[in-house]
């Protein structure tokens, strides 16, 4: 009635006056086809004058067809508003069918053949309503570009011998941080996490293996030159103006950067905290203790599979890296061999599949304690092997970096964390007078 000129755009989709709900707008639409055909002026007040009423019927037509009127259509967009209302009475009719169809098959004598055929025609009608993304090659041009020669794609670690390897992670994709426990991935991915909040990143921490304030000691042992870790646990640290610099220091450069969570259990509503924060990476440690529905009786490495493939959709649509940290399984206790390999992730081959890279952390001071290495030199409890399995777009191997479990610190090398260890023994023992 608005803008007569665009009725034969609606009349490709509204085919017949049902698809229409109400049977005051049905007559509408006719008597507004009634006048189109006699070529008649239509608009509000030719409808309703033409509209045919039933003398036991007292309608205020012209006033009614006024509040149709005083919607906020916009006349160019009338082919969009028909093709709206084609889909919703396509879904009437299907509803009308499958209630047919339930009706029908408790009895075995019926032909359904006809009802599952109109019932497939219009599931097809319906899937081909469904709006297609538009491909732009211009876009996607200049986003490779972006790729190629200002690396925002790429995200460095700022562990420097564990990037050479990987050379940093890739937005859209995944990176798996996996082993046994007290192998150190736990730390390992908060060190990530306090080097890439440091660089100016945005970091969203799930913490469901312990509470967030255990994380944070993590962090102020970190950031404390003689803070124990072990001290902060059992809460005796040996300095409080230590610990409140380090908190100090936590609240200027962590805040509005890092976010933590330990109270999401299950997929959804962790999706929904990681779209509420808009991080340029999530690390999620571990994936294992996610929770699924009470009737989802599936097992759980396909359960574990569809996690990783829920966050694979979620890092391209939202265009950041995800870190899941995972468990390995008991194998690895059982082979000579002690460094962890693919076959060793626990639950789940969709870890390896789903993930561009798959590392491993091993502590050989634990899990091969006593033993010599290649060079025939006892294992420390200093050092620590960061082994990449898979690297879909680079290289594979084992580094090894300095480790201080105490301080929660990762170094450069065995050197740089052994001198740490005799300089913070140093500093105590100075404290303590």
């Known amino acids: 009635m608005v803008a007569p000129n665009n009725l034969d755009l609606a009349q490709k989709w509204i085919e017949e006056p049902g698809v229409f709900y109400y ?58 508003y028909a093709k709206m209302l084609h889909g919703y009475w396509l879904r009437r009719e299907l509803g009308d069918y499958s209630k047919k169809l339930s009706g029908l098959t408790e009895d075995n004598s019926n032909d359904i053949s006809d009802l599952l055929n109109d019932s497939h025609t219009l599931i097809g009608n319906l899937i ?20 190629i020669f200002n690396r925002r794609t790429n995200i460095k670690t700022g562990i420097p011998k564990f990037d050479t390897v990987i050379s940093g992670m890739t937005r859209g994709e995944i990176t798996i941080i996996a082993g046994r426990p007290a192998n150190g991935k736990t730390t390992v991915a908060a060190n990530i996490a306090r080097n890439l909040v440091l660089g100016g990143h945005r970091v969203a921490m799930f913490n469901r293996e312990m509470p967030n304030t255990e994380m944070m000691k993590k962090f102020i042992a970190m950031e404390g030159d003689t803070i124990s870790y072990r001290n902060l646990r059992h809460g005796i640290p040996a300095s409080k103006t230590k610990v409140h610099e380090a908190m100090d220091f936590i609240h200027k450069n962590y805040t509005d950067k890092l976010f933590m969570f330990d109270d999401i259990r299950t997929l959804s509503d962790t999706f929904h905290e990681i779209k509420n924060v808009k991080p340029d990476v999530v690390i999620d440690d571990h994936i294992g203790l996610i ?27 939202e265009d950041m890296c995800i870190m899941l940290v995972s468990q390995l399984n008991r194998n690895i206790e059982y082979r000579v061999d002690a460094v ?7 639950e789940s081959g969709n870890l390896e599949q789903d993930a561009e890279i798959v590392a491993f952390t091993h502590y050989p001071y634990i899990s091969r304690y006593g033993e010599e290495d290649s060079n025939g030199r006892i294992w420390t409890e200093n050092e620590l092997q960061l082994v990449v399995s898979k690297n879909r777009y680079g290289t594979t191997g084992s580094v090894e970096v300095g480790y201080s479990g105490d301080s929660c610190k990762l170094f450069d090398d065995l050197q740089s964390a052994t001198s740490h260890e005799i300089e913070k023994k140093q500093l105590e023992m100075e404290e303590l007078g």
Do not use: C
């Open 23 to 80: 049977d005051f707008h049905k007559q509408i639409w006719e008597t507004i086809l009634s006048l189109n055909e006699r070529g008649e002026h239509i608009d509000m007040v030719t409808v309703a004058h033409n509209y045919p009423q039933k003398k036991s019927i007292k309608k205020n037509v012209a006033y009614e067809i006024t509040e149709i009127g005083t919607g906020e259509a916009i006349p160019s967009k009338a082919e969009y």
């Open 128 to 147: 081909k309503l469904q709006p297609s993304k538009e491909f732009n090659m211009e876009d996607l041009l200049e986003e490779t570009r972006q790729s």
């Open 291 to 317: 929770e699924y529905a009470p009737n989802d009786r599936r097992d759980l490495r396909h359960k574990i599979g569809e996690t990783t493939k829920q966050y694979k959709w979620l890092a391209k649509a």
């Open 340 to 346: 962890p390999r693919l076959s060793d992730l626990a």
